[in-house]
């Protein structure tokens, strides 16, 4: 397919936040909060507009990847920026076709050339491992007090950022959303069933896994 893929405008911004509500409903819980997220984190200092893309076909909106900013912490004390991105979203009839795979590595490109050494997330890792994610285990990654999440998932933009240190991740707050605002601001969409789905089991899962082996 003869995508484009661009920065988000304002003009995007409503079709984002409808594309995100299709692409995450039930998926993690019934119903979403998502297209909340992507509506306020625009606003907030973390958020980097250099790397808010959307993906385009034959002039519609079907795609779309947003990322803030992050810090890791060592045990001394001194602090590394690295990123993370959130919600990524593929329009659901375009998905399994390449797409996602498509816009993340073309904001790694955008994300190097910015300086930026790492990327941190948290997903599902079948989702991200054929684009360089590892697990955090492997670069001593953690969320404090040797807790390393089955879904926390690190991308190295360089060799070795990490300097073989120990780190505690701190995300943004931008993801600290307030669950009942977003509630109102759902209801301003059109109405979707919310649903009991596998894939809200398979998240809880994920969400509470944890890896106590050590790195190979």
């Known amino acids: 397919m003869n995508v484009i893929i661009r920065r988000e405008e304002p003009r995007d911004y409503r079709k984002v936040e409808e594309l995100t509500r299709k692409a995450f409903w039930n998926m993690h819980a019934p ?4 297209h909340y997220l992507v509506h306020v984190m625009r606003e907030h200092e973390d958020f980097i507009s250099e790397l808010d893309l959307v993906m385009e076909l034959d002039g519609a ?23 993370t991105f959130g ?9 399994r076709k390449g797409l996602g795979k498509k816009l993340m590595e ?3 490109e955008i994300a190097r050339t910015l300086g930026y050494e790492m990327i941190v997330i948290f ?14 285990r492997r670069f001593g990654i953690s969320l404090g007090n040797e807790i ?17 240190e ?3 991740y701190r995300e943004s707050p931008a993801y600290n959303i307030d669950k009942a605002r977003a ?5 301003g969409f059109e109405p979707l069933k919310k649903e009991i789905m596998p894939s809200q089991e398979e998240f809880f899962i994920l969400s509470n896994s944890r890896i106590i082996t050590e790195a190979i």
């Open 166 to 168: 120990k780190w505690t």
């Open 183 to 187: 509630e109102i601001f759902d209801a």
């Open 87 to 95: 919600p990524v979203s593929v329009a659901p009839e375009f998905q």
């Open 61 to 83: 909106v079907i795609g779309s990847i947003m990322y803030t900013r992050a810090k890791l912490v060592s045990a001394s004390g001194k602090e590394k920026s690295v990123l």
């Open 31 to 34: 119903g979403c909060d998502e």
């Open 123 to 136: 997903g599902n890792p079948s989702n991200y491992v054929s684009v360089g994610f590892k697990s955090c």
């Open 148 to 164: 390393f999440p089955a879904a926390m998932l690190v991308k190295e933009l360089v060799e070795k950022p990490s300097e073989g």
């Open 106 to 108: 073309r904001s790694f």
